[in-house]
């Protein structure tokens, strides 16, 4: 049996789809850019954490209060009180940037919330970095009331407060960074939990101590930790005649870390989104 000549489409029309694959082929809408993905994640993340972690952040700035106030039984002034009330401070930016964030990211991952933001268009980083900088916001208040209550306890000057408004971003990124970076590598929301934990009780044991008090590996440790340098600036602005020099070299090591972690949390973020 013969067959007939397919018949050949009339002039000017369009081309037909020939397989299914060709409309699978079609393109996208283009991801949205960084600095409004970034924006919107963050408002989002600030308008969910303002009635969960409100309560928290009492907590933390309680916490970090009533340490001062033992340590003021054992220390009586000079550079050992600036290291305790500096330390004291930042301990609040590292409960809830690190220990929070990390119990956060530990639980996306394990109810599978990161793949509702895999499904939106939005850079990876816009996800970490939104997430990160609503949690450090919420650090400023208690931050500012334990900066300014050690600095009465422990009779130490207030002019250099200013001082906060870069300590408390730069340790905050350090610190978000890592928090989130251990929530997404975690294997299990146990272990980011314990991990987040941890994290927190090294900023209090290496931040709030002296460091003139430690043994030689503790305070080589002490160097490890991304809030150290947060802690050393802010130290540094409590003295009569501060080294400002030495403040700049702390503080860019401290955005340096954060701009470090922050990096290690987006890969996180890629790593654990695609499984």
């Keep these: 049996m013969s ?17 299914a694959g060709e409309d699978a082929a079609a393109p996208l809408a283009p ?29 933390a700035t309680f916490q970090s209060v009533g340490i ?3 340590m003021r039984g054992v220390v009586d002034g000079g550079s050992e009180a600036r290291a305790v009330v500096a330390g004291s ?18 639980q996306l991952r394990a109810t599978g919330g990161l793949d509702h933001y895999a499904t939106l268009p939005v850079p990876p980083a816009a996800v970490v970095l939104g997430a990160a900088g609503a949690y450090a916001s919420f650090t400023v208040p208690g931050t500012v009331v ?23 971003p730069l340790a905050g990124a350090a610190l978000s960074g890592l ?4 929530g997404l590598l975690a294997p299990r929301q146990e272990l ?13 044991l290496l931040g709030v101590l002296p460091a003139e008090r430690m043994p030689g590996p503790i305070g080589w440790a002490r160097d490890l930790l991304p809030s150290t340098y947060g802690v050393e600036a802010l130290a540094r602005a409590f003295d009569p005649h501060p080294d400002w020099a030495a403040v700049a070299l702390d503080l860019a090591v401290c955005g340096a870390v954060g701009v470090l972690s922050l990096a290690v949390a987006t ?9």
Excluded: C, D, H, K
Aim: proline letters at 6%; charged letters at 10%; zero cysteines.
């Design 192 to 204: 980011a939990t314990l991990l987040g934990q941890l994290g927190m009780s090294a900023a209090l």
């Design 146 to 168: 334990t900066a300014v209550a050690g600095a009465v306890l422990f009779g130490l000057p207030l002019g250099n407060l200013w001082l906060l408004a870069a300590v408390v």
């Design 31 to 59: 991801a949205a850019r960084l600095l409004p993905s970034l924006a919107a994640v963050y408002r989002a993340q600030l308008s969910r954490a303002r009635v969960a972690r409100i309560p928290l952040l009492f907590v």
């Design 89 to 106: 401070a930042v301990l609040v930016v590292a409960f809830v940037a690190l220990n929070l964030l990390a119990q956060y990211f530990g």
């Design 3 to 19: 067959t007939l000549p397919a018949e050949a489409p009339p002039a000017g029309a369009p081309a037909a789809r020939t397989t």
């Design 68 to 70: 001062m106030i033992l």
């Design 267 to 275: 890969w996180a973020y890629r790593r654990a989104a695609v499984r």
């Design 179 to 182: 928090g989130a970076a251990l």
